[in-house]
């Protein structure tokens, strides 16, 4: 158990670090992710989607272990800019999200 806390921990520090370099970035750039960044992806997305639009329509949420502030924006038409997002055991397809990850 102690050991997988620290692989997670490893995966969620490399996402991190590479997302909150790129500054906002839409979801169809990153084209292809490995599973573990799938998988925290598709949970900050979830995160950020079930709060509430700000004022400047962006849904804003902090990650899961609380190192992290997500920011969600929708694309200007959801049913027509799509993102697939290809991971080892599929593709997702959804809006085109703009993301931005900034750690605290």
């Known amino acids: 158990l102690e050991q997988r806390r620290v692989q997670e921990r490893r995966e969620l520090d490399e996402l991190l670090a590479r997302m909150s370099a790129r500054g906002p970035l839409r979801l169809s750039t990153l084209q292809r992710v490995d599973a573990h960044e799938f998988r925290h992806l598709l949970a900050w997305i979830g995160r950020a989607y079930e709060a509430p639009p700000g004022p ?49």
């Open 56 to 104: 400047d329509g962006a849904r804003r949420a902090g990650s899961s272990d609380g190192r992290a502030t997500i920011v969600l924006r929708q694309p200007a038409d959801p049913g027509r800019d799509r993102a697939r997002l290809r991971a080892p055991h599929g593709t997702l397809d959804l809006p085109d999200f703009e993301i931005e990850v900034a750690g605290r």
